[in-house]
Structure formats: C-alpha cells, structure tokens
C-alpha cells in the first residue's frame, strides 16, 4: 500500500473527512449539541401544501405574483414614509402609548421614543439618559396604560417596563419549573387582565459578537433543527400565575385576541398557518385554523381598528423548502447560512403585510416585491389611520397613510 503512489491522497482524504465530520454532523453554535430530528409526515405535508398552494391557489398565487402591481402598495411615496433612518437599528416592532407617542425597542435593547413636532412630523425625543433594557433582544410589546410597557423579551422573558420610571420588573421568566427562553409576542386582554404571549422555541437565543442578541440566528437552527417546542402561554396579571395553553408549536410568534376575548390567535411561523384557540363559548378548549398555506413566513400580528387582523408575512417562501426532510440538508444549509454567513443569499428579502377577518378570508395585501421601500416587515401597529412597521433587519421604522 505504502509503495503505491496513491496513499497520500487515501490519507489526505481520511484526514479531511474526520476534520469534517464534526462540523457537518453537528449544527453550527450554540446547537452543536441539539439534535436534528426528523420531520414528521404531518408536518412535511403542511410544507408540500403550501408551496403547492403559492403556484396553484388563486388567491395565494396573485399575491407572491410580482407582475400584480395591484398589491405594490408600500412602493407608493405618498403613503409610505421610513422613520428614523439611521438612528433606530433592528426594532421589531412599534408601540403607541395611549397618547400617541411612539415607542420603538430597538436590536441592542435601547427604547426609543417620538412625538409629532410642530410640523406634524414624528421626531424622536431625545432623552440625555436613554434607557436600556438588555441584555436580551426585545420582540414584540404593548403599552398596558400611559407608563407601563409589557415586553417579550428573548432572555428575559415577560417583562414590565416603566418607560417614566425606568424600572423593569420581570413578570415570567420560567413556567412549570422550566426556564422560558425565546419569548417572542403578546396581546393584553384590558378586561380580563391577562397576558397572552409566545415562546418561540425552549431554546436559548445566542449573542452576536456585534452586540446583539440573534434572533434570526437562533431562528434559522430552530427551524433546521427539527424544533418543535413553541409554545402559547397566559399570564394573569392579578395572580402573576403563568400557563400553558399550547404546545408542540412549530416556531409560535405572533399574538392576537379576538373580538371580546372569545379567543386568541397565534402565529405558526414553520407550519405557514394561523391558529385559534378558543376561550369563551361552546368551543372553549378547542384549537382549530383560521388560515394556512400562507405565501410567506407569518411573523406578528395585530387587531385591526375594523374588528379584521393584520398579519406580517416576513419573508417568501423559499425554494429549499423542498428539500427539508432530509437531515443531511439541513445540515448543509444550516452551515451554508451560519458558517459561511450566506443567510442574505438563501433568504430573500421583500415586504409584505396582509389583512384578514376573523373567517380567515385575505381582504387586502400591501406588497414591496423586492424589499426596496419596506423589508422583512415584522409586526405591524394600527394608529390614527396609520399602520406603523417594525422590522427585522432594517435601521428604520415605517409609517403606512390608510
């Protein structure tokens, strides 16, 4: 063996290999030690559906169609106007106090606040001692009255922000003696006095050695990893007793309460779909859909002033979609977009924000086919005939004229 002139190239291969191997059996950091499961019939066949649905449905088809210019609304200058460019990085969502002021919670946990000027303009306050909530990403948030911000944060948990006071208190941060990790959105029932809101994933979300915690990051070995432990959950905000009320949620996100408490809605981003879970009447306990095979990754959702919702479909459908079940794929393509930081190559950007009604039924689309004036759109706030938008990977906020 040793005298043929081949062995060198037999041991540089093994050699190769075994410094290989490692890596591409093993998820890139901080998954290197979760393991990739499988993807189940079920689940796989909701994936089928809709890339089936977004060629074949009528209504889901003209929606990614980029020849519809009847959907283009957020490329029209005169409705759609970016806030704070430059001065607001990564803030995925937009609150409005009771008096109109905007609160914006940008990547690096700073708050930023705006009021209309003289000329009717937003412009942001400028406070000598900013406030900063970190460490943790802030996602989504609600002012529960004129001072107190609830938000989803993805260390922390649920916490309380008193944007006059500066003091934060943690409302939950574990459930059923478990730690909760990747808290995501929320919707306040005033009536009730309860907090519904997301777990994405029992997973931790990683620091970015740019000083961020990664969301997108932790989103993407989520999804490759097979994980399946997002989860919808109730907090009573006058016993301070936190509850599951779902499980086994493929990536839970967005949250929305339905017309006079009778149930809320929650967002599975992975399974394309909407979900009601029933809280008054006959069908109290019950889970059923109020929309799948939606053409896009679903991400916040809001109440509508009209009784309808808003839905933020934050990225297209992506062609690798088809080739999920296997392990080894996922894999490969969890190093392609981690390791070889090829994420901005595989997800492709746009901007896109539905309405839909309490039947499910798509009444309207506002569509940037190619992210040019708003991108990956996140969660969307509702005020004064104004859609406000935060957003993922932009350094800016957006204003909507209805």
């Keep these: 063996f040793f005298e043929s002139k081949m062995w060198w190239q037999v041991v540089l291969i093994a050699v190769l290999a075994g410094c290989l191997y490692d890596p591409v059996t093993r998820l890139p950091h901080p998954f290197q030690n979760t393991p990739v499961v499988e993807i189940d019939d079920i689940r796989y066949g909701r994936i089928a559906a809709t890339m089936a649905a977004s060629v074949d449905d009528p209504v889901r088809a003209v929606i990614v169609a980029k020849n519809n210019?009847?959907?283009?609304?957020?490329?029209?200058?005169?409705?759609?106007?970016?806030?704070?460019?430059?001065?607001?990085?990564?803030?995925?969502?937009?609150?409005?106090?009771?008096?109109?002021?905007?609160?914006?919670?940008?990547?690096?946990?700073?708050?930023?606040?705006?009021?209309?000027?003289?000329?009717?303009?937003?412009?942001?306050?400028?406070?000598?001692?900013?406030?900063?909530?970190g460490p943790g990403r802030p996602l989504g948030y609600h002012y529960l009255n004129s001072d107190i911000l609830i938000v989803c944060d993805s260390l922390k948990g649920l916490i309380e922000v008193n944007t006059k006071t500066h003091a934060l208190r943690i409302l939950a941060n574990s459930v059923d003696g478990k730690p909760l990790n990747y808290?995501?959105?929320?919707?306040?029932?005033?009536?009730?006095?309860?907090?519904?809101?997301?777990?994405?994933?029992?997973?931790?979300?990683?620091?970015?050695?740019?000083?961020?915690?990664?969301?997108?990051?932790?989103?993407?070995?989520?999804?490759?990893?097979?994980?399946?432990?997002?989860?919808?959950?109730?907090?009573?905000?006058?016993?301070?007793r936190t509850e599951v009320l779902m499980a086994d949620l493929w990536f839970a996100n967005g949250v929305a309460m339905g017309?006079?408490?009778?149930?809320?809605?929650?967002?599975?981003?992975?399974?394309?779909r909407i979900l009601r879970k029933w809280l008054k009447g006959p069908k109290t306990g019950e889970v059923d859909v109020l929309i799948d095979k939606l053409p896009g990754y679903p991400d916040g959702m809001s109440r509508a002033s009209d009784g309808n919702f808003w839905v933020c479909l934050v990225a297209p459908l992506s062609p690798?979609?088809?080739?999920?079940?296997?392990?080894?794929?996922?894999?490969?393509?969890a190093h392609a977009a981690i390791t070889l930081d090829l994420t901005k190559h595989i997800v492709k950007r746009w901007g896109c924000v539905l309405k839909i009604s309490p039947s499910g039924e798509i009444l309207d689309v506002l569509m940037d086919p190619n992210g040019e004036a708003a991108s990956t759109v996140s969660a969307v706030t509702e005020h004064g005939g104004q859609l406000f938008m935060g957003n993922l990977q932009g350094d800016y906020v957006s204003a909507y004229r209805l």
């Excluded at 997973?203 to 994980?227: C, E, I, W």
């Excluded at 080739?323 to 996922?330: K, V």
């Design 183 to 240: 808290v995501n959105d929320l919707d306040i029932d005033m009536e009730d006095q309860a907090i519904y809101f997301t777990s994405s994933a029992t997973q931790v979300v990683a620091h970015n050695p740019l000083g961020f915690y990664d969301t997108m990051r932790s989103y993407l070995l989520n999804k490759m990893a097979g994980d399946t432990t997002g989860r919808l959950l109730r907090y009573d905000l006058k016993s301070g």
């Design 320 to 333: 690798l979609l088809r080739i999920l079940r296997p392990r080894l794929a996922r894999h490969v393509i």
């Design 69 to 133: 210019t009847a959907h283009h609304k957020l490329l029209d200058p005169s409705r759609l106007t970016r806030l704070f460019q430059g001065q607001v990085v990564g803030a995925e969502s937009v609150a409005v106090n009771p008096d109109g002021r905007l609160t914006m919670l940008d990547k690096f946990a700073f708050v930023h606040h705006a009021a209309a000027s003289a000329d009717g303009k937003m412009a942001l306050m400028q406070d000598s001692k900013p406030l900063y909530i």
């Design 259 to 272: 017309p006079g408490g009778d149930y809320v809605l929650v967002v599975e981003t992975n399974g394309f």
